[in-house]
């Protein structure tokens, strides 16, 4: 059983940075693609970054594109997403998410395990 635990969230200024971490148990991720969605008070769930376990490759949402970074650490089997130059609009719950099958996704839907969340919150 898959288990994603996230941390790191909290209440930063604009411009400031955070990291968020995914602690993900339960499976060996090797063939897995893993993703951050962000959730706004009112709004729909939304892509935020994916990266593909085995090779390390990333996609990004236009909006974080050049401000976040996806990454992972295959030995403490943790997902990162370092975001940069935070915006008030940033502000959400981020989820991690996992997807067996290495192929990259936007879509929700496609993510099978979830984790409960951490809230970001950037002040103006």
């Known amino acids: 059983q898959v288990q994603l635990v996230e941390s790191g969230g909290g209440l930063v200024q604009a411009g400031g940075s955070l990291r968020l971490s995914c602690a993900a148990s339960?499976?060996?991720?090797?063939?897995?693609?893993m993703g951050w969605f962000r959730q706004a008070p009112g709004k729909e769930r939304e892509f935020v970054a994916a990266i593909r376990w085995s090779t390390g490759s990333a996609d990004y949402a236009d909006s974080v594109k050049g401000r976040f970074t996806i990454s992972r650490d295959s030995a403490k089997n943790t997902v990162y997403l370092h975001m940069n130059s935070l915006k008030p609009e940033d502000t959400a719950v981020y989820y991690c998410?996992?997807?067996?099958?290495?192929?990259?996704?936007?879509?929700?839907?496609?993510?099978?395990?979830w984790g409960q969340g951490t809230q970001v919150t950037v002040s103006s």
């Open positions: 998410a996992s997807k067996p099958w290495a192929s990259m996704s936007r879509i929700v839907n496609h993510f099978h395990d």
């Open positions: 339960g499976r060996t991720f090797s063939s897995y693609a």
